[in-house]
């Protein structure tokens, strides 16, 4: 096990910048995620670490020793990829061993820990096995094998869980967790989906154009979000946002929806030019009903276990309302109420930082739109 450190990481492709001073420490034994817009860098913050790209500028430090210039085989890492990546030609037991036949270990030894990393992956009885006779999830459990039979330092995955379906994607989902308990060995995980981030990390890392946004707990992102990147990345449907004309110092109308909020206490001095509000924040409730914001309501999905309303507030926005229990009975057209308690209302300044408030932002009593 060993913590993992970046200092001042950048790297480029030609004249495309691809990471752009990083600056990150992860815990010994901490499970960290990346996540991130398609193209952020991602993978490739991962390859820096695993020594697979070299870095531009910057240093990597793996269990408190500079690495930079130490080549991926000497740095202790295990890497599993979205593809698997297993030889074709050996079965099962070889494709888990091989690394340890390379490396000389003793038969017992490799015997002994082909056994207990099989019989923990559950695929004892596939060790004779090609690849090519396992269903996708079998593969990814033998690729894990693999890695996690090196006994490494740093078990680094890029997407492993991206090829299988749903229910799959979810056993797995459940395995790399259980893992994660029994082994504790620092893991360092690259995804685009939100649910295994927000379910898998001991800390998340928001990635935006090769920089970091945010780093912390799922939990922390999600409540209480940096900026207005954040509060729009993580969520699903994500948080509705309507801009603020300013009309006082202390409160602006919703541009294009009208509807006066005023504020008595902003901390600091920022001035709020946008609101945010989370789907699940919102309520649905009847035109007349005071205090509230006005649209119409367009459509509605409902999922069974919970449904998702659309509902207009103006020519260009549309603001969803997730909830669960009986959908309400609001006919396509029909002019609706949004209403919601005040702390749940994001306000996000000028430069998309996020304003903390006490609280006290409201809709003035009666705002009629
Ligand atoms: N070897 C390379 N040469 C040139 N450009 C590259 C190379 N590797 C990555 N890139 C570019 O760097 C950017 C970041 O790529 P990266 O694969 O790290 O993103 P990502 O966040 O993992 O994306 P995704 O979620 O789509 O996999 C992309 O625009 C990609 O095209």
Known sequence: MASVTLKNVSKSFGAYDVIRSIDLEIEDGEFMVFVGPSGCGKSTLLRLIAGLVPVCEGDVFIGGEQVTDVPASKRGLAFVFQSYALYPHMNV??????????????????????????????????????????????????????????????????????NLDADLRMEMRFEIAKLHADVKTTMIYVTHDQTEAMTLADRIVILNWGRIEQVGRPRELYDRPANRFVAGFLGSPRMNFAPLDRAASSGGVLRGVGGFYHATEFAGADIPVEIGLRPEALKLVSAETKGTIRGTFERMEDLGYEYVCYVRLSETLVWTVRSTGSPPAFAEGEVVGLGWQPENLYLFGEDGRRIEHDGAVQLASGASL
């Open 93 to 162: 037991s070889r494709n888990i061993s091989f690394a340890l036949e390379t490396a000389r270990l003793g038969k017992d030894e490799i015997r002994r820990r082909v056994t207990k990393v099989a019989e923990m992956l559950k695929i004892s009885h596939l060790l004779d096995r090609r690849p090519r006779q396992l269903s996708g999830g079998q593969r990814q459990r033998v690729a894990i094998g693999r890695a996690l039979v090196g006994q490494p330092e740093v078990f680094l995955f890029d997407e492993p869980l991206s």
